[in-house]
């Protein structure tokens, strides 16, 4: 089995519970925000001072005695290992993707008919009991145990199954929507999951895919677990617009809409320089150490991708 990092040396035993190992490194994550701020500032969204800081402050950095030894190996896990440990703190309010995704997803299904509508990689639930509170008959379906558990008890009037997004058991042409949300960036290109989401809906229905912007992805917005003692993130791919919208056009899917919400700004509070604070606050602890360079780095930057999809009538 071929790992997640696409590495051509990098080859796995059958079954893994980890792709492969990252190593992170405090100082990797910061100086990569601050050389994302000076590129905005190369482009003339920021003044000579700005850059004089930001060299004055990677400076620090790289002498810090303290962040010489701060890296760490973490284990990159597939979707069924991470999320049996995520599964008991998934919904907790620090959640930040919860407050930015879902008004955008919720305005599109609000215009829902009653129907039957498939939440498709449902985790604990969140969109099956707001699907279900408008009158909606749905189907939760999501590869992992634990969450199935957690959402059968949250939403007990809906159906759940347990399924794979390239596989889904859902009949052909059986549901009038379906709801995926914050998953597609767990695999590594989500055009067979669109062309199943295609396949099971039935001809006028609507399809809903929000997913973590790959600018995230990139600045390690992928929130980590411990998993048998061990430093763990659940593996996530940066997947562009073209990712998406080419495989769903190729399945007869019609685009109705797009919508990228964005970081709130300031991002996080400031931290004391030289406290990474612990492996389970990156990177967003890391982030608090150099608040000007991170709010410049992160400034209109959107956090999230919304599609609106509509399977047409022959």
């Known amino acids: ?24 490194h405090p100082l ?48 990159a896990l597939e979707t069924v290992t991470g999320y049996r440990a995520w599964s008991t703190t998934y919904d907790d309010p620090d959640n930040a993707a919860f407050g930015l995704e ?10 829902f008919d009653t129907w039957t509508v498939l939440d498709a990689a449902c985790g604990t639930g969140r ?7 408008a ?50 960036t767990h695999l590594p290109e989500p055009g067979r999951a669109i062309s199943e989401f295609a396949r099971v809906l039935r001809p006028g229905g609507q399809l809903v895919i929000s997913d973590i912007h790959h600018e995230m992805v990139l ?15 659940v593996t996530n791919h940066r997947h562009h617009a073209c990712d998406y919208l080419r495989p769903a056009l190729a399945h007869g ?5 797009c919508e990228e919400p964005r970081l709130p700004t300031p991002h996080g509070a400031a931290q004391p320089a030289g406290t990474c604070g612990p492996w389970l606050t990156w990177p967003w602890s890391l982030a608090a150490m150099i608040p000007e360079a991170t709010a410049a780095a992160n400034s209109e930057v959107p956090a999230i ?10």
């Open 135 to 184: 009158g909606h008959e749905v189907i939760g379906v999501d590869s992992s145990p634990e969450m199935l558990e957690r959402a059968r008890a949250r939403v007990p009037t809906a159906t759940f199954r347990l399924g794979n997004l390239d596989d889904l058991p859902i009949a052909n042409g059986s549901v009038d929507g379906v709801v995926c949300a914050l998953a597609l």
């Open 253 to 257: 899917l019609r685009l109705r809409g």
């Open 28 to 75: 990797a994550y910061m100086i990569g925000m601050e050389g994302l701020a000076l590129l905005r500032a190369f482009g003339g969204e920021h003044d000579a001072a700005f850059v004089e800081t930001r060299l004055e402050e990677i400076g620090r950095l790289l002498t810090d005695p303290s962040m010489r030894e701060a890296g760490v190996s973490v284990d």
């Open 102 to 111: 879902q008004p955008a997803v919720r305005r599109i299904i609000d215009a």
């Open 305 to 314: 991708m919304v599609w609106h999809f509509e399977k047409p009538h022959t």
């Open 1 to 24: 089995m071929r790992c997640a990092c696409r590495s051509p040396s990098c080859w796995l035993a059958p079954a893994p519970t980890v792709s492969c190992m990252a190593f992170e």
């Open 219 to 233: 600045r390690g917005s992928v929130p980590p677990v411990i998993v048998d003692g061990r430093r763990g993130r």
């Open 127 to 133: 969109h099956t009991e707001y699907l279900a509170a």
